[in-house]
Each structure stands twice: as C-alpha cells, then as structure tokens.
C-alpha cells in the first residue's frame, strides 16, 4: 500500500500549499506572490533533480522538448496561475480547489481535439459528474455568501475555470514534450518558463516595487516558502513515487481527493461548508475518480 499512500501524500500537500498560498497572496497579491513561490519552487526542484538523478540540470533534454515545456509553463504556470491565484484571493481556496476538479474534463477535451484522443462513454459520465459537483457547489457557496458582492464572486469563479484551463493546457502540451523524459526535470523547465512569463508580466506592469515590499513580509515570505515546499517539491515527489508503485488510475483518484481534504481545514477556520457544499465536493470527486479508473 506504498503507492497509495503517496498519493494521499500528495493530495494532503496540495490542500496544504493551497491553504498557504491563500493566506500569503492575502497579504502580497497574487502577483508577486506567483513571482516569488515560482523562484523558489525551482530552486527546491534543483535540488531534488540532484538528489533523484544525480544532475542538477535538464541538460539532457533535447530543442523540442524545452520548446514544448516552455510554452507548457506559460500556459500552466503563468496564465493558470495568474488566474488561480488570483481566485485564491477573490473566493478563497476551498471553492477555487473544487472548480480545480474540471480539470480532468478539459485535458480530455484539449487531448481530444489536439492529440485525437476521443473520450468514451465511460470518460463522459465522469466529465458529467465532475461538472454537475462544481456547479452545485458554487451555486450553494454563492447563496451561503450573500453579504458579499456578487461580481466578485463571478469574477473568482471565472477566474478559477481560466486557472484549471491554464492547468490542463499545460498538462496536455507538458505530455508532449515530456515523451519519456524524468518529470521533475521537466517540471524545472515549466517553472524555469513560468518564472520567465512571470517576470515579463511584472516588468510590463511595473509592479516591481510591490515584489520588494512583499520581500518585507517576513509572515509572507515564510508562506509562500512553505507552500512550494508542499506543492512542487514534497507534493510532486509523493505523486511520482504513487505512479510508480501503484495502479496509475488508483493514484489519479487517490491525488484527486484535495477538494475533499480541504473541506475540514475549512470547517476549522469557520467557514460554513454545509450539506450541499460537502455533496458537491463528493460528486466532484467521484467525477474525477470515474475519468481515471
């Protein structure tokens, strides 16, 4: 049962950088914080491409494969990321990590309509499932929030699909160019081009200052530290030492539990999740478990 206990390794380190990167990107923004977890997601990852493959480095890789990670990174790390974390902020963690759960439903479509892969009957009634748990439980988190102005609520929501589609795009081309290669070395070339965009987008937006004041949060700082350590890092190594010692599909379900996992560290913090936010969350992720066994 080795496998399948990294998985819900994984998944509980995915609950917990979420929480985390919530609470940082509260006190920084969203931006800067992407900037800085990204710059230390891949000084984390550089270690631990030592340690596993004895190379600091993806300089085994070849052209295509950095050209397929890079723009893999754009599109998952910068886009989706600019997206999601900014949802963190709008709607908190719990709701941005359920509407998370649809991206499984979009890598099949992107796979489909790219790649040729076309889902079967099976993939459909999962995509059905994941997709009626996320419009449940948003439309019962928007009633339980009603205090709260509803165009910031839409805005999060919207801004939580934009990050799960920047998450399956990069997904999809990140398996292109991946083709065989060790994932952690790709991962350092994803975060290497995210960072990149990240600094582009910055630069554009002169927002600069705000990374140094963010550099002046000491509670910040350690947040966003400890949140790439759960997530790229600890997080990341638990999923591939699940794929490699258990059923691929049992580890997918298994990693797919985070919305789930999240519903008690919401509880505890005072968040009302109620019953239908709990089925909602539940549907979800019977959704994903159906797509990858």
Same mark, same amino acid.
């Given at each position: ?238 999923? &591939? ?6 059923? #691929? @599909? $049992? +580890?997918? =379900? *298994?990693?797919?539990?985070?919305? /789930?996992?999240? !519903?008690?560290?919401?509880? &505890? ?6 019953? #239908? @936010? $709990? +089925?909602? =969350? *539940?549907?979800?992720?019977?959704? /994903?478990?159906? !797509?990858?066994?």
């Amino acid at each position: 049962m080795i496998g399948e206990l990294a998985a819900l390794g994984a998944a509980t380190c995915w609950t917990g950088s979420s929480v985390v990167f919530e609470a940082a990107g509260r006190r920084i923004g969203s931006l800067p914080l992407n900037l800085i977890r990204l710059g230390f997601a891949l000084v984390l990852l550089t270690a631990l491409a030592w340690i596993m493959r004895g190379r600091a480095l993806p300089t085994d890789f070849d052209a295509h494969a950095w050209a397929w990670l890079s723009v893999s990174g754009l599109v998952g790390f910068t886009l989706g990321d600019l997206c999601l974390f900014r949802a963190f902020v709008l709607v908190g963690a719990r709701l941005t990590m359920l509407v998370s759960s649809t991206v499984p439903v979009m890598v099949a479509l992107i796979a489909w309509l790219a790649l040729g892969e076309v889902p079967s009957g099976r993939d459909a009634l999962g995509m059905l499932l994941v997709v009626s748990g996320v419009v449940w439980a948003v439309a019962a988190r928007t009633r339980a929030r009603r205090g709260e102005p509803h165009p910031q609520a839409l805005r999060g929501t919207l801004l939580a699909l934009g990050g799960a589609a920047g998450q399956a795009g990069g997904l999809v081309l990140g398996k292109i160019g991946l083709h065989g290669g060790h994932p952690v070395a790709g991962t350092q070339i994803r975060a290497f081009a995210g960072l990149l965009g990240f600094v582009v987008v910055m630069s554009g937006a002169r927002l600069w200052p705000r990374v140094r004041d963010a550099f002046a949060d000491r509670a910040a700082i350690s947040l966003a530290s400890l949140g790439a350590l759960l997530g790229p890092c600890v997080g990341v190594s638990c999923a &591939l030492y699940a794929i490699s010692h258990a059923p #691929a @599909g $049992v +580890a997918a =379900a *298994l990693m797919g539990l985070t919305p /789930v996992f999240i !519903l008690p560290v919401a509880r &505890l913090r005072g968040e009302h999740i109620g019953a #239908a @936010g $709990v +089925a909602g =969350a *539940l549907i979800a992720v019977a959704g /994903v478990a159906v !797509l990858v066994t």
